[in-house]
C-alpha cells in the first residue's frame, strides 16, 4: 500500500528556503454614472381630515402618472412613507385641531439623465411638491466594480515581481489574496438639486413642453485593495 507523502508544514512567516512576500494592490477608477436617484414628497393640508387624504391622494396619482410615462427610463419606483397628522391650536384651554397634514414620499430611480432633467423640471411645477436629489451612483452588478478588482490584482502582481526583481530572484507561488474592500465614492453622489414645496394655489397642469433642467453628472469613483503574499525562490543575496 502507497502512503501519501505528507504535506509540507506551512511556515506563515516564511523560511530561507521558502521566503514569504506580501504586497498590496489598489486600483482606484473613475466612470460617469449609470443610474440617478432623487425623492418626491408631496405634501397636503386642509382642515378637514377626509379632504387633506382626498387632495394627498390625487396628488400622488397624478405624480405616479407622469413618472411612469416615462417607460423604461424608469427602473425602478416606490411609495416610502404616508402621514396624516393634526395639528393643534396653540392656545387655549382645550386641544382644538386646526388643520391637518398630510405627505407622502416616493423615490424613482432613473437611467436617462436627459429623461430626469425633464422629469425634475416637471415634477417642480406641482403644487405642494418637493424634490430632492439627484443622487448619481452605479449599479450594484456594474461592471466597473470588477473592473477595479482585476486592476488591484494586476497592481499587485506587478509590484511583486517588480521586488522579486530587485532581489534578481522570481516569484514562485501565490499563498494567499485577500479582498481588503471594493468601495465606491459615495461622497461624490449627491448633486445641488432641491425644489422647495410650491406655494398652494391654482393647480399647475404638467405639460411636456417644459425646458428640461440642465443636469452635469457626478462622475463616480470606485476604489479597490487586495493583498497577496507569494513565496519566492530563493534569491543569492551573497
Known amino acids: 500500500m502507497t502512503e501519501t507523502p505528507a504535506a509540507a508544514p ?7 528556503t521558502a521566503p514569504h512576500l506580501t504586497v498590496r494592490g489598489e486600483a482606484h477608477l473613475e466612470t460617469d454614472p449609470e443610474i440617478a436617484h432623487i425623492t418626491i414628497t408631496l405634501t397636503a393640508r386642509n382642515t378637514d381630515r377626509r379632504t387633506t387624504l382626498d387632495d394627498l391622494t390625487h396628488r400622488n396619482t397624478t405624480t405616479l402618472d407622469l413618472i411612469r410615462t416615462y417607460g423604461d427610463a424608469i427602473e425602478k419606483l416606490e411609495t416610502g412613507t404616508l402621514a396624516i397628522r393634526p395639528e393643534l391650536t396653540r392656545h ?30 416637471r415634477l417642480a411645477d406641482h403644487d405642494l411638491t418637493r424634490i430632492d436629489g439627484p443622487w448619481w451612483a452605479l449599479r450594484p452588478t456594474s461592471p466597473v466594480h ?18 522579486a526583481d530587485a532581489l534578481d530572484t522570481r516569484l514562485d507561488a501565490l499563498l494567499e489574496l485577500n479582498d481588503i474592500g471594493t468601495q465606491h465614492g459615495l461622497h461624490t453622489n449627491r ?11 391654482a393647480a399647475a397642469e404638467a405639460t411636456t413642453d417644459t425646458t428640461p433642467l440642465d443636469l452635469e ?22
Open 10 to 16: 506551512h511556515h506563515p512567516y516564511g523560511t530561507p
Open 92 to 121: 387655549g384651554r382645550t386641544e382644538c385641531i386646526r388643520a391637518y397634514h398630510g405627505n407622502v414620499q416616493l423615490t424613482a430611480t432613473l437611467n436617462d439623465f436627459t429623461a430626469l432633467g425633464e422629469l425634475l423640471t
Open 146 to 163: 470588477a473592473a477595479a478588482r482585476r486592476q488591484a490584482v494586476h497592481e499587485a502582481l506587478q509590484r511583486a515581481r517588480a521586488y
Open 191 to 201: 448633486a445641488a438639486f432641491a425644489a422647495p414645496a410650491m406655494p398652494f394655489g
Open 217 to 238: 453628472p457626478v462622475r463616480q469613483t470606485v476604489d479597490a485593495q487586495v493583498e497577496a503574499s507569494f513565496t519566492l525562490i530563493p534569491p543569492d543575496l551573497g
